[in-house]
């Protein structure tokens, strides 16, 4: 008998397009339209056109480049064809790594991609397209092998056969697009907008208005193959239980590689799959090992799908960070904080609902009573919604204030200035206009006037006689939203970035043009540089050999690092969230300035 044709499955809904084709559409490349300064930045949709928001680049590209960099200064009497030579493996290196310096965030490493797929995988087991099959299997492999220890042995065929299934799609999108290619998917306009129109859609599938499935021809044939016997058939039954499962991890699957392949490196893909697989094989391996202990399992029953509908709502509240990306990265003003948040609230408060069962969706069984779960589930999520509410009015909310659109953007603001003033002392007597400042009103902090072009902030650092202190930063670098919320506000460090620093904030994804005058050829990646976000990215990656932000410069009025006791550089500052190392840096700065 068909271990699957025990299953009555709901009928194919919809067509979709399998994974590998989500990650092998092209998007097209035209040119963001320039914005002139000190007007109003905000554009229309129907003016928008995408251009690559600058893309993550691999660290050790860059330091192949600063090798290279140094050994051409060693060898200044080389010949010409050697120049040549080294300059084209140079460029040869950029293009592969897609304007270095540009990254929003430091990558996760495989470690956090793989637990992330663990949980994911843990998640999907219950599910109601998983969690059913797990007494099916289980009793299958006992009753068809005859003895304990050769149902254990097909059990673990059978658990790593899922394994690499999975893997193998993981490889396939790594090997096939590249980690070039995977970057540019989290971080280009459209796919963008993709993932978040994709995320929706898995959203509403978990909330059960239809089944994301594969053909039915495809199961019936893997289902076919498994009567064969054999390695080939546990294969195969394998494949079965991935075809037949899509419905439910086909969401968590495709949320998991949009976020490996935006974050992490090469190996993401394989490395998220490789963890989500583990933990979908682990139970069926386990429980074939002791099958008694499937009688300590709750039975199936209208909480499986009360699971999923939780996950849909979650997938609707992570797909609007990818809206939020497009909208601070090419300054429509449309999914400000305040309404970013207006929408996470709205969401928390359904699930709290759903959760005390006043929503009902059209698979969910009656409830006689209210389970101590749901109970607790309910309190927490309500607290979280209550949490988030007084960040309509300018709260910093700390704790997600990183998947937040930046405090710049809230209309009503009502959060005090950090240590009590308004501004700092030289913000109070200069009224120049600031270079590129009306790009930036979304990053806007309360109480500090930051200038936005290296140029003019040396002028300025000679003239108060201040050090500068620059802050490469982005509209989606989460790190800087953690540095600025969690670091910055800080009484005392907020005192001395107003008082004691010029602070210079470059942003190196703004899409703004620069003017035809300003434009240049990178001696660095030798590409044109047309884009504000392009020359702050040129600049990061050419001379301070970094290509992640936020990254924090101590400069002195002539644009020199400024140096330790040892005639050292001070050394570059990144995401670190200590306030005492953090102040130490600055305070650094200040005693080699003042010598």
């Not at 797909?319 to 928390?348: C, M, P, Q, T």
């Not at 206009?433 to 200038?451: F, H, M, Q, V």
């Not at 460090?493 to 050829?521: G, H, M, P, R, S």
């Amino acid at each position: 008998m068909k271990l699957f044709s025990k299953i009555n499955w709901l009928p194919t809904s919809i067509a979709v397009v399998t994974l590998l084709i989500i990650f092998g559409l092209n998007a097209p490349k035209p040119v963001y339209a320039a914005q002139k300064q000190g007007k109003d930045t905000t554009v229309s949709a129907g003016d928008v056109q995408f251009t690559d928001i600058p893309t993550a680049a691999d660290s050790i590209a860059i330091r192949k480049k600063a090798a290279m960099e140094a050994a051409a200064k060693t060898t200044q009497n080389a010949v010409s064809s050697a120049e040549a030579a080294t300059r084209q493996a140079a460029a040869t290196a950029d293009n592969a790594s897609k304007h270095a310096g540009s990254q929003s965030e430091k990558p996760k490493t495989l470690w956090q991609i793989f637990i992330e797929g663990l949980i994911g995988g843990f998640t999907a087991v219950i599910l109601p397209c998983i969690y059913p099959l797990l007494p099916l299997t289980v009793s299958f492999f006992t009753k068809k092998s005859g003895s304990r220890s050769k149902a254990i042995m097909q059990s673990l065929i059978y658990g790593i056969s899922i394994i690499v299934i999975y893997v193998t799609l993981g490889l396939l999108i790594s090997i096939i697009f590249g980690s070039s290619a995977l970057n540019e998917l989290a971080t280009n306009g459209i796919f963008n907008i993709f993932f978040f129109l994709l995320l929706i859609v898995f959203g509403i599938s978990f909330l059960g208005a239809f089944e994301i499935t594969l053909p039915s021809s495809l199961a019936n044939k893997l289902d076919e193959n498994a009567d064969k016997g054999g390695l080939a058939g546990i294969f195969f039954m394998a494949s079965t239980l991935v075809v037949v499962s899509f419905s439910c991890t086909g969401p968590i699957i495709g949320t998991l590689l949009v976020d490996a392949a935006s974050k992490g490196d090469r190996l993401g893909p394989a490395m998220g799959m490789f963890g989500f697989s583990l933990a979908l094989a682990l139970p069926f391996t386990i429980f074939a090992l002791f099958p008694s202990g499937l009688k300590s399992l709750p039975k199936s029953g209208g909480w499986l799908n009360s699971v999923k509908v939780i996950l849909g709502f979650l997938e609707l509240a992570f797909a609007l960070k990818f809206l939020s990306n497009v909208d601070l990265a090419y300054h429509w003003h449309w999914f400000d904080r305040e309404v970013f948040l207006s929408l996470w609230i709205a969401i928390g408060l359904m699930v709290g609902l759903y959760l005390l069962g006043k929503i009902k969706f059209s698979h969910d069984s009656d409830a006689p009573y209210l389970t101590i779960p749901r109970v607790f589930l309910s309190i927490i999520v309500f607290a979280f919604v209550v949490y988030m509410i007084p960040g309509l009015w300018g709260a910093p909310l700390k704790s997600i204030s990183a998947f937040l659109p930046p405090i710049g953007t809230q209309d009503f603001d009502l959060s005090p200035v950090p240590g009590g003033s308004s501004a700092g002392a030289e913000t109070k007597s200069d009224t120049r206009e600031r270079k590129y400042a009306s790009n930036y009103t979304a990053l806007k902090i309360k109480g500090l006037d930051p200038w936005f072009d290296y140029d003019q902030a040396l002028q300025v650092s000679k003239e108060l006689h201040k050090p500068i202190l620059i802050d490469f930063t982005g509209f989606a670098c989460v790190n800087c939203r953690n540095m600025e919320t969690n670091v910055w506000s800080d009484p005392v460090v907020f005192k001395k970035l107003q008082n004691d620093f010029v602070l210079l904030q470059l942003v190196v994804d703004d899409k703004a043009n620069l003017d035809v005058k300003d434009q240049f050829t990178s001696k660095y990646s030798f590409k044109k540089i047309i884009t504000v976000g392009d020359k702050w990215s040129d600049l990061e990656a050419d001379r301070f050999k970094s290509n992640s932000q936020p990254l924090y410069v101590l400069l002195d009025s002539d644009g020199n690092e400024l140096k330790q006791k040892d005639g050292t550089p001070i050394p570059h500052y990144n995401a670190d969230y200590h306030i005492d190392r953090y102040l130490k840096f600055l305070d650094s700065g200040i005693a080699a300035y003042k010598k």
